[in-house]
């Protein structure tokens, strides 16, 4: 016959189990509403900072890339003048050395 542990099954008695106990302390109620209040504020910071990148990204859209583009149009015109004038047999002038 097997030796019956101490503590171990049902309580008897009618006694809550430690299990119902240590779930009902104010302990563990403190903490759930400590990680619910976390919870929250993760929510609300990671929503602020969708709204930023969003805004960032859009601005740099709007105003970057245009001028990122006419940038790129602007060397390419200078690079063309270059082989133009080269192909001619005309030597760069000085402006186009600069420039280029």
């Known amino acids: 016959m097997a030796a019956k542990r101490i503590g171990a099954g049902k309580s008897g008695g009618g ?5 119902a106990k240590i779930s009902n302390s104010e302990i563990v109620s403190q903490g759930r509403r400590t990680v619910g209040d976390a919870v929250g504020v993760s929510k609300k910071l990671l929503w602020s900072t969708g ?15 245009p001028l990122i583009i006419e940038m790129d149009r602007e060397v390419q015109l200078n690079e063309l003048e270059l082989q133009q004038a080269s ?12 420039r280029g």
Do not use: D, R, Y
Request: hydrophobic content about 55%; overall charge neutral.
């Open 15 to 19: 006694e809550p189990n430690i299990l």
């Open 51 to 65: 709204k930023a990148a969003w805004i960032a990204g859009t601005t740099f859209l709007i105003l970057a890339v």
């Open 87 to 98: 192909l001619l047999g005309a030597p760069p002038s000085p402006v186009q050395m600069q």
